[in-house]
């Protein structure tokens, strides 16, 4: 089978597994880069409803030119672009906010920019009516994350992890996809170059010394096989978790799992 083919059907076959409706308002959350692009590009190709999403991360030019791309590609596939402005929203640049958070807890660039960004997804998508958020996610981010949590002790923190987010039931989530859950990085790498996509290939300069980036050296030199692997006899071996009760923070109101959110955990002084 042609890569592209591949990837395509693979794709395909992640999207009916976890039934995704034709029907359903989906907002993929685009960041410049491969990954989304790539999940957008199929998406669309497949006959989804689509809108796209993007953070302005306000770093730079690495930002300007990732909000380039993004509204390139809504142009090219003629889908409404919604921009968060996270300086104007946030009341500084995302580099800026990690540092002062930084300085305060003990956590790594990226575990801070993620959580954010999340708390950001969920707010704007319930607003903008979406029944389904898309992330870029890959096989690659899977495998380093499942393997994060099992060095740090705590692999239950992986027992929800999947192509669609399970469990969580609650009028105020929306519910997050990963098409690509199951296609690894250089697939996406390769697809996107063959496509010609507008995509910003460097990696965000504020991800300089995280943790994923170590274990990434590590799962580099694991065939696709051993990766795809590793995923698939987690999801064997997988508890069955029940429904988790939600609650709502008490500092902004949306949903989490204990009485203050992680975002606003992280941004209390
Ligand atoms: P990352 O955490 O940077 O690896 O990104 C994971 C996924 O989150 C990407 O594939 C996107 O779907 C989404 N994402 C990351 N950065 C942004 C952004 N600035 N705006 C919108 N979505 C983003
Ligand atoms: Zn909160």
Redesign the pocket.
């Known amino acids: 089978m042609k890569p592209s083919t591949r990837i395509e059907s693979n794709v395909k076959k992640t999207l009916k597994k976890i039934k995704i409706s034709k029907r359903e308002k989906i907002l993929v ?3 410049g ?1 491969k ?2 692009t790539v ?1 957008a590009w199929l998406l669309k190709k497949f006959g989804y409803k689509i809108e796209g ?3 302005d ?1 306000k770093i730079g030019d690495y930002s300007e030119r ?1 909000l380039n791309a993004v509204k390139k590609l809504c142009k090219d596939l003629d889908i409404k672009l919604h921009v968060y402005d996270f300086k104007k929203e946030m009341g500084s640049g995302m580099c800026y906010l990690r540092s002062a958070v930084q300085s305060k807890k003990n956590l790594k660039n ?1 575990a801070i ?2 959580v954010i ?1 999340k708390w950001i ?1 969920n707010k704007e998508a319930r607003k903008l009516k979406a029944d389904k958020i898309a ?3 890959n096989l690659d ?1 899977e495998v380093q994350t499942f393997l994060m949590n099992i060095f740090k002790g705590s692999p239950e923190l992986s027992a929800n992890s999947g192509p669609i987010t399970k469990n969580i039931k609650d009028k105020k989530f929306v519910t997050r996809i990963k098409p690509l859950f199951y296609v690894s990085e250089n697939e996406i790498k390769k697809y996107s170059k063959e496509k010609k996509l507008p995509v910003v290939y460097d990696k ?1 300069p504020c991800a300089l010394d995280s943790y994923r980036i170590q274990v990434r050296k590590f799962t580099e030199k694991l065939t696709e096989k051993e990766k795809l692997n590793i995923i698939k006899n987690f999801e064997k071996l997988r508890i069955k978790t029940k429904d988790k009760k939600i609650n709502y923070c008490k500092m902004c109101g949306e949903p989490s799992r204990k009485d203050v959110c992680k975002k606003c955990e992280l941004m209390k002084k």
């Open positions: 959350a685009l960041s880069g990954d989304s999940t999403f993007h953070i991360l990732c990226c920019c993620g960004k997804l992330t870029g996610h981010d965000c």
